[in-house]
């Protein structure tokens, strides 16, 4: 059982290059998210999905877009890199709710850097 | 989503029990306490959570007062593994609200 994985782990982009982060669950969850977090901080949730073919926005969407055409992947885009984008982006999964709420299963992080 | 108060920093020898407080005074009433930690540069870690009562798993257990305006996690023998950020969260869960981090409590447990 893999849980959640993210392709790549670390990647360098040149400033306006595009790429698209990969997240991988296999636990069949309903839930997942992307967050980002930079130096010091903690995460802050990009986007995120409740279900198949769902999208909504979280705290910090500008300047990345989502797609969740499989129930099991959840995939970050970056159409025009900026150097503000260079961070640590983790993704999540998480059960539907139940009645009592159940815990988010983290990956293990993408380290980006664009110059 | 409320948001939560927690110490930026806290110290524990090795093998003492380590109290690390949560202040949550604007806590609905249907919302979830969560904690969460994260060691070194990986992914965060699920601990424990709960809605009024003291909950208790292997790894920690979580007391929140009366009035839920605050909670503590408890690690009860600290280990120099559990050196970490640790991230307390209120949340309603689900469909209905999401995982908000904190900058957390970094927790340096020391020989």
């Known amino acids: 059982n893999a849980g959640v994985t993210q392709t790549p782990k670390f990647r360098v982009l040149k400033t306006g290059q595009s790429m698209t982060l990969l997240c991988a669950q296999d636990?069949?969850?309903?839930?997942m998210y992307w967050y980002r977090q930079d130096p010091g901080m903690g995460l802050r949730l990009i986007h995120y999905s409740v279900g198949e073919g769902t999208t909504a926005k979280g705290e910090v969407p500008d300047g990345y877009n989502v797609s969740r055409l499989k129930k099991q992947n959840f995939l970050l885009g970056l159409e025009s890199a900026a150097p503000s984008q260079t961070s640590v982006y983790f993704c999540a999964s998480m059960d539907m709710g139940l009645p009592k709420n159940t815990e988010a299963f983290f990956g293990q992080g993408t380290r980006l850097t664009v110059v | 989503d409320a948001k939560t108060t927690q110490p930026p920093s806290m110290d524990c020898a090795e093998g003492r029990a380590a109290n690390l407080p949560c202040n949550h005074s604007?806590?609905?009433?249907?919302?979830?306490v969560y904690w969460y930690r994260q060691i070194h540069s990986q992914g965060p870690q699920y601990i424990i959570h709960g809605l009024k009562n003291n909950e208790t798993n292997e790894m920690a257990s979580l007391i929140i007062t009366e009035d839920r305006k605050s909670s503590t996690l408890i690690l009860p023998h600290a280990t120099l593994r559990d050196t970490a950020v640790y991230y307390c969260?209120?949340?309603?869960?689900?469909?209905?609200?999401?995982?908000?981090f904190g900058k957390g409590t970094k927790l340096s447990v020391k020989p």
């Open positions: 969260i209120v949340s309603r869960g689900g469909s209905q609200g999401n995982l908000i």
């Open positions: 636990m069949n969850h309903e839930y």
């Open positions: 604007t806590i609905s009433g249907n919302e979830y």
